[in-house]
């Protein structure tokens, strides 16, 4: 289980459930599949998958869970198709024309009809909580899915002390000036890739992919007031990724140094290799997610 996105949010005060209470707390919101007319269902489900009913896989002090979402589809173009049909019908048989509000009521009598045979499609969002250093990380490059999960968490457990991540520098203007003077700091390398964008409303934004972002092209860019949003970061040679301007790690790689240390386990079973890739990863992440905290001045919690 490797994340390959980061959404942190600090928890404001100690998480002081262990496993097996986490687990009976999220059993009772447990998934279960979209019934009747509903139009999504979402709930919590074992993060190791079919064959295991566990809530919460507990290592070293890292809680894994996972939040899983069913949901009907409709397409547009059907509904749009049917509906038509039924209202030249209706306005042919009652000769007069259909009122906005009489189609609207078709339309969604049309939906609640349609759901029942609706196909519909899972998935799936993974967090860990981080009981010794007070993180919940979030594995999705949608802000709004990790909202989702915290909400849906906070629902499960009457309330969690959690906020997004917010340090004392800004990213952006942290990121533009380490562009601009071909300078960060010194575990840091910049990699090949970038998104610029100019500060006022409605301002032009560039994207660069496998590019040399030491060119004098980017340093103009930089010079005619764009700013850095988006910047493609290596890390020790442990960790490749990129960064955005609210701190969300996005396309995360654990590269060879730490894949090195998953070819030298000797589990074999689906649960121990999970086990295994859940701690090494984890153990990682916490070197990581306090240095890339101190990169940008510290935590702000004000």
Known sequence: MWFK?????????????????????????????CTGQQAFSFGWTAPLGKGSEELVHSTNGYLMICAKKEERVLPASVI???????????????????SKKSKTELKDNLIFELLPRAFTFTHKTYAYIDTQNGFIVVDSASAKKAEDLLSTLRKTLGGLPAIPLNTIDKPVLTM??????????????????CE???PEEDGGIIRCKRHDLALPEI????????????????????????????????RLKFLDLIQEQVGESDAATLEEKFDVNFSIMTAEL?????????????????
């Open 5 to 33: 996105n980061l959404n942190v949010f600090r928890l404001t005060e100690a998480f002081a459930l262990d496993a097996q209470t986490l687990a009976e707390k999220l059993d009772t919101l447990a998934f279960s599949p």
């Open 80 to 98: 749009n198709e049917m509906l038509q049909e039924k209202i030249e019908e209706i306005e042919e048989q009652e000769g007069r024309k259909l």
């Open 176 to 193: 533009t000036q380490w562009l601009l003077d071909q300078n960060p700091p010194a575990d840091i390398v910049i990699e090949d890739e």
């Open 196 to 198: 610029l964008r100019a």
């Open 219 to 250: 340093k103009n860019h930089l010079d005619s007031g764009k700013q850095v949003i988006k910047l493609a970061l290596n890390w020790e040679d442990r960790l490749s990724f990129v960064l955005d301007e609210n701190l969300a790690v996005k």
């Open 286 to 302: 916490a070197n990581f997610l306090p240095r890339l905290i101190a990169i940008f001045g510290g935590e702000n919690r004000a």
